[in-house]
């Protein structure tokens, strides 16, 4: 039986739009951002822990056929080969009646069902649509409600090493997404779903400099001077001590610029430097003294006087 599931990479905004919709009613529905879950219908089935690890994996390993060698000598990496082989036998013959609705199984290879719906698919088909050069997510009809499904975790609390391989590839997916959903949101001046997109970025990896820009550069382009030299202080603060390391050099100018230019009664530029189209106003050297102390009480106001 052949998968209908789309091959990963870059797939048309109007399949986006039909895959981000929720499943027909009696479809089988496989979540896997936020928890796993397996549905049919309005009914949620009760699937054992070992069960619950073949389908995710399965789900997870490519979108044909998985050989039984592979899910078993994964799953169960310590046991003996006929102690694995005897493990994914019972999983699979755990499961109830209507779960194996959602696997097509043979002697030899495991898959997803024809008409299984899995909500990591559709999400990462979402991210890889906002990720193409060769149109913006604002041409693809791509609004607020796009930043939901790219700010859930992939399942969360699984320790094993293929699960959390797949977790962190996802995450890094899922920002690199959200900071070019930000980014094009500004290109078009739709500044509070840009702020948005890169809050969702930022929570995602809250140590990450260029989601942390993506932050600054919305706060900044939507006039609020003061949210982006907060958030720059409190990335500052957190970095330095979770990693003693500080913000570089760049990531310091896009906030001292525009604050300067800000304070001396300046414009920004929505067609600067950077993905999001706003690059620093102005260095440090040159500020008037009026610049200086409007800085300085800015920062007092926030707890930080330098």
């Known amino acids: 039986m052949e998968s209908s599931h789309s091959p990963p990479g870059i797939i048309g905004s109007a399949s986006i739009h039909a895959d981000t919709h929720e499943a027909p009613p009696s479809a089988v529905r496989l979540s896997l951002l936020g928890g796993f879950s397996l549905a049919i219908g309005d009914e ?37 080969e006929h102690r694995a082989y005897a493990n994914l036998r019972s999983a699979l013959s755990r499961l109830q009646h209507t779960g194996r609705e959602a696997l097509d199984v043979t002697i030899s290879t495991v898959r997803l069902a024809r008409e299984v719906s899995v909500d990591f698919h559709r999400a990462r088909s979402l991210a890889h649509l906002i990720l193409d050069p060769r149109a913006s997510a604002t041409d693809a009809g791509l609004g607020a409600a796009t930043v939901p499904a790219l700010s859930v975790d992939l399942l969360p609390g699984w320790y094993e090493d293929w699960a959390l391989l797949e977790a962190e590839g996802w995450r890094d997916l899922r920002t690199h997404a959200l900071e070019q959903l930000s980014a094009d949101f500004l290109k078009v001046r739709r500044f509070a779903e840009a702020v948005t997109a890169a809050h969702a970025a930022v929570r995602a990896d809250p140590l990450r400099e260029s989601s942390q820009a ?32 500080r913000p570089t050099p760049g990531l310091r100018r896009l906030v001292d610029g525009p604050v300067g230019a800000d304070a001396a009664g300046g414009r920004l530029s929505t067609s600067g430097e950077g993905p999001a189209g706003i690059g620093p106003v102005s260095g440090r050297s040159g500020r008037s003294a009026a610049t200086n102390q409007y800085i300085w009480h800015v920062r007092r106001h926030l707890g930080r006087a330098r």
């Open 214 to 245: 993506s932050l600054i550069r919305a706060h900044l382009a939507e006039g609020n001077t003061s949210d982006a030299l907060h958030g720059f202080e409190r990335y500052e603060r957190r970095l330095r001590a979770e990693t003693g390391l």
């Open 44 to 80: 949620r089935l009760t699937v054992p822990p070992s069960s619950e690890r073949m389908l995710a994996f399965v789900a997870l390993s490519c979108h044909g056929a998985v050989p039984r060698a592979l899910v078993a000598g994964t799953l169960w990496p310590d046991a003996p």
